[in-house]
């Protein structure tokens, strides 16, 4: 049994079964026998052992790789390429970290164009360190935000710099070494040599800023190369790649358009004289350069007004032209551009959402079909083997690690026959619940146990029944809109400084306890395990003890003056009181719209991710390009309208004054003020450019993509209005076996929704193509609800608004 496990570990380790012998220790009370063994006597069995250790193991990544989009022909049967791999995604949790890490270091780290060689170890205040020579430093506006020391910086650049190539140089190594002789890319080298080269890049410059210290950086292109590298953004790239071609036909026609009544304009008006309210009749309209910017600015903003005012005065005429104008670019090219956007990326996401449900299936499938080679069972999977794939599975910190007892609960509510063997088909539902996390807590309190009479009395038995149907939350709901009152005469008072009265002080201390004695009633009905299983719950119990601290300090300290404690915890009472919103829950247009924007919110992040790189990079370019450039004594600025409307605080002297100009460039999709100004002020010819760059790659293509995913993903959500939300049958029977014990199980998806949307959609549709073919399937659950933790509800006695949403029967019949 030593030889067999020793072999066992030594071939997991080197992958390789013909070694001839083996030499171990065993070790036996003091002794240490030395034993040799011959591969000749036991090479069936090692075999054996290897066959079903490998088999599982590739199983687990393939599972793994499918849950993540992703569908490998085949893999490497060396063990050791399964250890890189592990090796490869907890990397890619620290690079993961490592950018989180970046981003914050290029927000707090000092700007290129500010003293970097005084203090470089040292802390340094902004204001001192960021200055112009004869300038006031009044006139400097930063953010306010503290800068790490330029020394402490750079190392700190380093360490996440070789944090990041670590996690691409063991992607390229398996790749190399194991995936290359399978003839299969699991992991691009083109991508990786890309990275890789961010991260020489971002060396050299780190090496350059120490010896030269120069007013110009170029880590911020690496920094934003890494960003590129996020599974997000390439797939939104793949995305922006398809629908290009119709953006480009429609932005042709549209600058077509502009230059053609640019022509026209400047024919008409550039050597008309005259003035209409002290400015030229012929403003913006002198040169075929100033009228294509006027013309620009008029079709892509809402300034049309200011350019057209003048010429409109003079000859009201001209109003027809630029009628017709409005009405082509604004009214039509501008809304035919979203429109084209959102046909686009709905055919996109149509196609690659039937293309990754299909790839998950297919990969579901191999993996059961793997398992199920290696193990030797058949057509089925036993517990023991499901378990043992389990543990295998956990393994990847790619993976969330499923504790054993969780994986008992799936697999008993998966095998509802009890035969201890699972088909495919009941693997595949294991695959939609494998992302829930489950717990169970008993429903009745430490009261019931150690006092009975008291848990037994009339009394009780009423109190029992106000706090689990819900009608003891509805009187405390009326004491938090009398609280909300009080809340409202406190704040009147203090706008008019007048003095509060002692009933009033008293009566915050007095609701504070009113708060304390709730929790204390819930807590004598409901187990604390229980009552802490919902997480307005939890905010509740926490905002209570510390609303209550807040009015106790407020008594104590009262005597010897006003403290801004209580202050700040107003803000908390505030919070509590948003309680008093659970109440529209009963209002079902109310709810499924508030369901329906945290839908949007959780879907979004991969089209947001892109819009945060893309302003990442312009704000860290233009910090670069136009730092310390913007301040109210600058002759340059004179007369600009920047200056006029005192627009200094909206400049490029941090990376936080600037992420604030894009994001104004952004929401008003092109502002002319900072191009102008910048004109006006750098000395880098056209670099004014960047807006217009910004203005067709930010807000043209990437915001107006977010405004078509939110449409369709609103589409998407509207057809479920009015439709019941399923329940997930497979756990109705485990939820019944627990509830006869005395237990209440809990359970929530902990992992990433868009995944277990995805593998429920791909079962229903299987379980629909069986149904259709006659091959009946006893029924599985398959629905996938939204909400807050199934068998938590509002304790009312059932399992309200579950996580888990549709089940019905899979199949009809049997075999």
């Given amino acids: 049994q030593h030889a067999q496990l020793a072999l066992g570990e030594c071939a997991r380790r080197d992958g390789q079964l013909a070694l001839r012998s083996i030499v171990f220790d065993c070790i036996r009370g ?4 030395l034993v040799l063994v011959r591969m000749s006597k036991i090479t069936p069995l090692l075999n054996k052992h290897d066959k079903r250790t490998i088999g599982i193991a590739k199983a687990a990544w393939k599972l793994e790789d499918a849950l993540n989009d992703r569908l490998v022909d085949s893999y490497p049967s060396d063990l050791n390429a399964r250890d890189l791999h592990f090796q490869c995604a907890q990397a890619n949790k620290e690079y993961s970290n490592a950018l989180l890490a970046m981003i914050f270091l290029t927000i707090v780290e000092t700007p290129a164009w500010c003293d970097n060689t005084s203090n470089f170890f040292s802390y340094m205040d902004p204001d001192k360190r960021c200055t112009v020579p004869g300038v006031s430093q009044d006139e400097i506006l930063l953010s306010n935000l503290p800068y790490i020391a330029p020394g402490w910086g ?16 063991l992607e390229r190594k398996l790749q190399i070494r ?22 020489v890049l971002e060396l050299l410059d780190c090496g350059i800023f120490v010896i030269v210290r120069p007013r110009f950086r170029f880590a911020f292109l690496a920094r934003t190369g890494y960003l590129l590298l996020l599974p997000a953004v390439r797939r939104l790239a793949h995305c922006i790649s398809a629908v290009i071609g119709e953006f480009l036909s429609i932005a042709a026609f549209y600058a077509g358009t502009i230059v053609f009544f640019a022509w026209i304009a400047v024919v008409m008006f550039d050597d008309m004289e005259g003035l209409v309210n002290g400015e030229p009749v012929n403003k913006g309209f002198d040169s075929f350069r100033t009228t294509l910017n006027t013309m620009f600015i008029a079709g892509s903003t809402d300034e ?15 109003g027809l032209l630029w009628l017709v104008f409005l009405i082509i670019v604004q009214v039509l090219l501008l809304n035919l551009v979203l429109d084209t956007l959102v046909a686009a990326y709905t055919r996109y996401a149509e196609a690659t959402e039937e293309s990754n449900s299909k790839e998950a299936v297919e990969g579901i499938k191999e993996a059961f079909k793997t398992v199920s080679e290696a193990s030797n069972e058949g057509d089925g999977m036993t517990r023991d083997t499901f378990l043992e794939f389990v543990r295998e599975l956990s393994k990847s910190p790619a993976m969330r690690k499923i504790p054993e007892q969780n994986a008992e609960i799936v697999f008993r509510a998966v095998d509802k026959d009890g035969s201890g063997a699972i088909d495919w088909l009941e693997f595949f539902n294991i695959c939609g619940v494998i992302q829930y996390d489950f717990w169970t807590t008993k429903e009745d309190s430490l009261v019931k146990e150690h006092l009975p009479a008291l848990w037994n009395s009339a009394p009780f038995g009423t109190l029992k029944g106000y706090v689990r149907m819900g009608s003891f939350d509805t009187f405390m709901n009326w004491v938090l809109m009398v609280n909300l009152v009080l809340v409202i005469c406190e704040s009147v008072y203090d706008l008019n400084d007048w003095p509060e009265t002692t009933a009033m002080e008293n009566l915050e ?31 509740d119990f ?5 609303l209550l601290a807040s009015s106790v300090l407020d008594e104590l300290v009262s005597a010897n003056g006003a403290t801004n404690a209580k202050r700040y915890m107003n803000i908390l009472r505030l919070l509590r009181l948003l309680r008093v919103l659970k109440q529209l829950k009963g209002v079902k247009k109310v709810q499924m719209m508030v369901e329906t924007i945290i839908n949007i919110v959780c879907a979004s992040k991969n089209i947001m991710t892109l819009l945060g790189v893309v302003t990442f990079f312009f704000s860290t370019l233009s910090v670069q390009l136009w730092g310390g450039m913007l301040y109210k004594s600058n002759p340059r600025l004179e007369e600009t309208e920047y200056s006029e409307k005192g627009l200094f605080v909206l400049n490029f002297n941090d990376f936080g004054t600037a992420f604030g100009v894009w994001v104004v460039s952004l929401l008003c999709e092109y502002v002319p003020v900072f191009p102008d100004v910048i004109s006006k002020t750098s000395n880098i010819p056209g670099s004014w450019l960047v807006f217009l760059l910004f203005y067709i790659g ?14 369709e993903a609103f589409l998407e959500l509207h057809k479920k209005w009015g439709h019941p939300e399923e329940e997930f049958e497979t756990l109705k029977d485990i939820e019944k076996c627990f509830a006869e014990s005395g237990l209440h199980l809990h359970s929530r998806v902990v992992g990433d929704m868009g995944v277990h949307e995805k593998i429920m959609k791909a079962l229903e549709e299987l ?13 599985h659950g398959n629905g996938h609800g939204h909400g807050g933790e199934h068998g938590g509800g509002e304790h009312g006695g059932a399992h309200g608004g579950g996580e888990h949403g549709g089940g019905h029967d899979g199949g009809h019949g049997g075999h």
């Fill in 30 to 33: 003091e002794r240490t026998v």
């Fill in 154 to 169: 750079i190392v700190v650049e380093v360490v996440l710099v070789f944090i990041i190539a670590r996690k691409l140089l």
């Fill in 178 to 199: 194991y995936f290359d002789k399978l003839s299969i890319e699991y992991n691009n080298l083109s991508v990786i040599s890309f990275g890789l080269f961010c991260c």
């Fill in 304 to 318: 049309f007004v200011e350019c057209f005012l003048p010429t409109y005065t003079a000859h009201r005429a001209s």
């Fill in 509 to 539: 201390l007095s609701f504070s306890l009113v708060y304390v004695t709730e929790v204390g009633i819930k807590l004598c009905v409901w187990d604390f395990w229980f009552y802490w299983s919902l997480r307005s719950n939890q905010f």
């Fill in 542 to 546: 926490i905002t209570t003890w510390m």
């Fill in 698 to 711: 930010g807000v043209s293509i990437v915001f107006e993509l977010v405004k078509a995913f939110t449409i």
């Fill in 767 to 779: 379980e629909e193509k069986c149904a259709e073919e006659g091959h009946g399937h006893h029924g």
